[in-house]
């Protein structure tokens, strides 16, 4: 398990920082994870609505090399440090981490949000970190994408 800070994004130890001092003040924390290749509308979308739910929304973004082990060795499109540069310039990212397993069970577990977020091709109880926030009295949504954006679809749509 490693955790990385690279242009923008947070060292773990940086960020459980900022987490211990928002949850002291009673602010609520709202976690998700991706690859978020290509940052597109259904993205932002999606950030804006995880970001609504609570006070500070963190994002578990997959290294390069773990987004290799889950998607090919022709992704990622863009290098994490242009990914997580992207994501933490958005309004309703309050902090980036990036983290090289398959996973991001660890880093949940290390911040334990009240509400943990996927997009709604995740069932609830799939949802990686489900039994860990639900444990400790968080809730876990799966939100409804926007219709036609997709990472995958833009990739297929610039080949042909």
């Known amino acids: 398990m490693a955790f990385a800070g690279a242009q923008g994004a947070e060292s773990l130890e940086a960020l459980l920082k900022k987490v211990a001092a928002a949850k002291a003040q009673g602010k609520k924390i709202v976690f998700t994870n991706g690859c978020f290749d290509i940052i597109h509308r259904g993205h932002v979308s999606y950030m804006n609505r995880a970001r609504a739910l609570g006070d500070m929304l963190i994002v ?3 290294s390069d090399a773990s987004v290799r082990a889950l998607k090919g060795p022709t992704r990622p499109v863009n290098a994490e ?14 902090a980036v981490v990036i983290f090289d397993d398959e996973t991001p069970l660890k880093l949940i577990e290390a911040v334990t949000p009240h509400v ?7 069932p609830v109880d799939e949802i990686v970190g489900n039994t860990h926030v639900t444990a400790h009295g968080g809730e876990v949504l799966s939100l409804s994408l926007e219709e036609g954006y997709s990472t995958t679809g833009i990739i297929a749509r610039a080949k042909s």
């Open 60 to 62: 578990g973004m997959n």
């Open 81 to 94: 440090a242009d990914r997580a540069f992207v994501l933490t310039n958005l309004k309703a990212v309050d």
């Open 116 to 122: 943990l977020v996927k997009g709604g091709d995740w």
